[in-house]
């Protein structure tokens, strides 16, 4: 079988072997090199084509026998073809795959400013593509730049803002190179090439605000589709990128219960992450686990606070992960933080058990303030934050239920 792959430094938590098992009948490993190990890799590793990734985009173009007009522009290579000869021939995929994304956003870069936070490789395939699509102004924001974080309050008037940093990307989750985007009041979208998480804090942000914002699966998609034309020497037509982008957040996504204590989630839950064939986590069994006690007895001893705080590290622990059922505490909305820490890798239900079926044994807050009381203070909140509700009739039936909305 012919041989592909993705050549980088550390490729633990890619996903471009699920990506491109949807498109073709070939072999893609994962090929992770030091930099002393990347001549002899390149100059004598058995593959047909190669992925590259972070840190040697640049560090590959010495090895290339031959550029393609955009990667000499570029000085960037995020694909190499072996030629007949057993040449390397290299191009950057990732131009079509930006390409892609801004066309996914609507917005005409001739009407106004657009910010690109950061200046390195994928900072200047971004600006390649704008300058092509006749940008009105092009402003990059780095560090140390004459444009930095500093002052990027003078560009308020940007239509939108590009990151190509890796603040914000997994394990990292949770931090934004722009902690307020309530100066951008001309801003129509937002793009982040990162994709894992597939919200980051930065999307998560325009999202609260109404803004467009597109994350970096599609591009993902999108080059994997144009270097997979070039391995195969064949067309894939375009189509494939979406459905590729759907069938990915599917499988990574976290799908995480909410609702009251005592409505079924860690029951649910488990029942559901077995007919999926996915993992299970609860919030309260990592609570346990790193309290060294029980619930009762970190209310108790502790206060609410304590255990809140430890509710929120459970959250930013459990949810940076991707595929898992997760059954968070019912008490998570208490805290506006943990809404982005769940939405940011998964689809939130909320699971919908009449109140007066809900049981109050060991459950302090149900026990100290009652069941009717918690409801009325929790209820819109979990409406608010979830993606769907699923009425709770029995363990089984309830799990389907979700499968299905799911699945629909």
Not at 95 to 116: H, N, Q, R, W
Request: hydrophobic residues 40%; proline residues 4%; glycine residues 10%.
């Amino acid at each position: 079988m012919r041989c592909f792959g993705l050549l980088g430094e550390r490729l633990s938590h890619s996903y471009s072997p699920l990506i491109h098992a949807e498109l073709g009948d070939y072999e893609y490993k994962l090929y992770e090199k030091k930099p002393e190990e990347l001549e002899k890799f390149l100059m004598h590793g058995d593959f047909e084509g190669l992925n590259i990734t972070i840190p040697y985009k640049t560090a590959v173009i010495p090895f290339c026998a031959g550029l393609s007009e955009t990667a000499k522009a570029i000085c960037s290579v995020n694909t190499i073809t072996r030629l007949a000869d057993g040449s390397l021939y290299g191009d950057t995929t990732d131009y079509f795959g930006f390409s892609y994304l801004l066309k996914k956003t609507g917005v005409d870069p001739a009407a106004g400013k657009i910010i690109i936070l950061g200046s390195g490789g994928s900072s200047c395939t971004v600006q390649a593509v704008l300058r092509n699509a006749k940008a009105g102004e092009i402003v990059v924001v780095s560090r140390s730049g004459a444009s930095n974080y500093e002052n990027i309050e003078k560009h308020k008037d940007a239509i939108m803002i590009v990151n190509t940093t890796p603040l914000g990307m997994y394990p990292n989750n949770g931090v934004s190179p722009v902690p307020n985007l309530d100066i951008f009041q001309n801003c129509r979208a937002v793009i982040d090439l990162i994709y894992n998480p597939l919200r980051t804090e930065l999307l998560l942000q325009a999202e609260e605000r109404g803004i467009l914002c597109i994350g970096g699966l599609a591009m993902l998609a999108a080059q994997a589709k144009k270097s997979a034309e070039q391995f195969l020497h064949t067309s894939i037509p375009d189509e494939k990128i979406e459905e590729i982008t759907a069938k990915i957040a599917r499988l990574t996504r976290n799908i995480i219960l909410i609702g009251m204590p005592g409505c079924g989630k860690s029951s649910i839950g488990a029942a559901l992450a077995k007919s999926m064939g996915r993992e299970f986590a609860d919030t309260d069994d990592w609570i346990v686990k790193t309290a060294g006690k029980s619930i009762p007895a970190i209310f108790a001893e502790d206060g609410e606070e304590a255990f809140r705080k430890l509710e929120t590290d459970a959250l930013k622990t459990l949810c940076k992960q991707s595929g898992l059922v997760i059954a968070a505490g019912g008490g998570i909305v208490t805290r506006h933080e943990n809404r982005n820490t769940i939405r940011q890798n998964g689809i939130v239900v909320f699971l919908d058990r009449a109140i007066n079926e809900l049981p109050t044994a060991g459950r302090p807050l149900s026990e100290s303030e009652g069941v009717g009381v918690l409801a009325k203070a929790r209820l819109p909140l979990y409406t608010q934050w979830s993606d769907y509700t699923v009425p709770v009739h029995g363990v089984e039936q309830t799990a389907a239920g979700i499968f299905e909305q799911l699945s629909g």
